[in-house]
């Protein structure tokens, strides 16, 4: 065995990153031990495990999830059979043909790269349930479950750099030290090793902007004997402005819808939480309506909300050099992302592929650090910022529709205009315009590649100069009510926000 090969790993949580984690570093032959808070899934199935797995240490364990083709690659490519377990299990891949608008499905035509942008859909609880189920068949990857890291061990090299050396956890009430030569931080968003760290000094600073939203899902049963509706030409996610809605079909005749409403929409943020009023917003969606319908399906599960979602990066080096050593935090715990753009489990998977690497290229503690961060800036930083970008956007939109004094200038007229006019039509209507555009969204490219090539901007370009009205069979259909109309539906004051903001 390699001095490297022999080195003591200690994983901490063994949630989504923590699992991607462990798996990496089996694959390459590595001996590690993930610490894990909560119980191990219920053995028995998919369904029990949606009911009963208890997670105090995942808040959105039971919101809508999917993995983004970057993450289905991985997977399919490194573990072949674990795809098919989670396939066995009812998971459902969703390739890029299946979600082409319904106006360019017969001028399709397959080509090799679409393969790539699958995207892999189910329960979270499913896929974590089989993924869990998987890692702990492993013969080279420990779980310890019930045991809480409560503290961070460390010592101060030469030159006053702090080292980890391993963590203090609690289990039945007795705590124990358990050391290690590397530590995997992947405790998740709430994870309070690096503030432990930085209480010695580690000097870990951090961006953070709000997501500016909150998150609602529902899950729903299709009835015995019922199909999934047919896809209209409705899409099944959208954009209203005060309310953003998705459909997540998922495994074994589940589904779920979830509903991001702006933080600034105080009345329906409040309201959306009653059961009644969630299902009568998706009774007032055409993409999703027929979905929740009494005739197809039934509920089968409360509102969930979530809140404080906030998009973060901590900075782990300075100038280069490491702010610790030995340590690897990885998923929310170093980056956290908008769940609107699915891409927190890619971030995580993309960010183990890459350690298991560096760890192996290297023994240089501070070269491994290095390289590790260096790896998290390449492959996800323009990932991070086009969405930190675009929710800081959204979020001036949402303020701006609750003013009834606001008029926009011209810039903003015009980038309204080009993504509503000229984007957005030109990719409805040509399947290469959207498969490069699809590239960059699955983060299979980086954000905005399709627009940088000459041929692509030409064709949004010549739909933009065409004019509304020959490009009327492009636009999407209505995706809804207007802001008014539904909340006046539902019973709620569409002025008591605007009358809020003005009085602030
Ligand atoms: C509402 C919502 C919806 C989302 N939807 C998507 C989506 O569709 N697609 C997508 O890719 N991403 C999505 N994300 C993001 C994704 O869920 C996260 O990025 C992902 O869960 C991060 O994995 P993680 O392992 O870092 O954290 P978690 O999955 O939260 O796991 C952390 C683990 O650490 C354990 N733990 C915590 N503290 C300790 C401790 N002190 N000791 C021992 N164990 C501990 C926990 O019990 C848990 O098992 C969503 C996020 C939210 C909030």
């Avoid at 809508?64 to 072949?80: E, G, K, N, V, W």
């Avoid at 391993?166 to 590397?182: P, Y």
């Amino acid at each position: 065995m390699s001095a490297a090969e022999s080195e003591r790993i200690l994983v901490v949580g063994g949630g989504i990153a923590g699992l991607w984690t462990a798996l990496e570093l089996a694959r390459k032959g590595r001996e590690l031990t993930v610490l894990e808070r909560d119980p191990p899934p219920p053995e028995a199935s998919a369904d029990e495990a949606f009911k009963s797995w208890e997670r105090k240490g995942v808040g959105h364990l039971r919101h809508s999830h999917a993995f983004l083709a970057r993450l289905h690659i991985l997977i399919r490519d490194h573990y072949p059979d674990l795809m098919r377990e989670l396939l066995d299990a009812g998971c459902r891949e969703i390739g890029f043909s299946d979600n082409l608008p319904i106006a360019l499905k017969d001028r399709y035509k397959a080509v090799p790269g679409d393969k790539d942008m699958t995207i892999l859909t189910s329960r979270r609880t499913t896929l974590e349930y089989i993924l869990r189920r998987y890692a702990g068949r492993q013969q080279n990857i420990r779980f310890e479950t019930g045991t809480l890291v409560r503290d961070v061990l460390t010592e101060k090299t030469a030159d006053g750099t702090l080292r980890v050396t391993g963590v203090k956890a609690e289990r039945n009430g007795e705590t124990k030290d358990w050391l290690a030569d590397i530590v995997i931080d992947a405790a998740g968003k709430n994870s309070q090793i690096i503030d432990w760290l930085n209480e010695r000094g580690a000097g870990i600073t951090e961006e953070a902007e709000r997501a500016g939203i909150l998150y609602f899902t529902r899950h729903y049963r299709l009835r015995d004997g019922v199909d999934e509706p047919a896809r209209t030409k409705v899409p099944g996610a959208g954009d209203l402005g005060f309310i953003k809605y998705g459909l997540f079909p998922a495994d074994n005749g589940c589904f779920s819808i979830t509903l991001a409403v702006p933080e600034i929409e105080m009345e329906l943020r409040r309201a959306i939480v009653r059961p009644e009023t969630f299902d009568a917003i998706c009774a007032q969606l055409p993409g999703i309506a027929q979905w929740t319908s009494g005739e197809t399906s039934d509920p089968v599960s409360r509102v969930f909300g979530m809140g404080e979602l906030i998009s973060r990066w901590r900075h782990m080096t300075k100038d280069g050099s490491p702010r610790v050593l030995n340590f690897f935090p990885i998923g929310d715990s170093v980056i956290r992302t908008n769940p609107l753009y699915g891409r927190g489990c890619s971030f995580a998977g993309v960010a183990a592929e890459g350690l298991a690497e560096i760890l192996d290229r290297t023994n240089d503690m501070r070269e491994r650090a290095r390289l590790y961060h260096a790896c998290l800036a390449k492959e996800l930083r323009q990932h991070y910022d086009d969405m930190v970008k675009q929710d800081l956007a959204a979020a001036k939109r949402a303020r701006n529709a609750l003013d009834p004094d606001y008029k926009p200038g011209v810039k903003a007229r015009l980038i309204k205009s080009f993504a509503e006019d000229a984007i957005l039509p030109a990719i409805r209507g040509d399947v290469e315009l959207l498969r490069a555009f699809m590239r960059s969204f699955h983060m299979v490219d980086p954000p905005n590649t399709w627009l940088r090539d000459p041929r692509n901007v030409s064709k949004v370009l010549t739909t933009w100069a065409r004019g509304k009205k020959r490009n009327a069979d492009l636009y999407p259909p209505k995706l809804g009510p207007g802001r008014r109309e539904m909340l006046t539906s539902l019973g709620l004051s569409p002025t008591a926000d605007s009358e809020r903001l003005k009085s602030a």
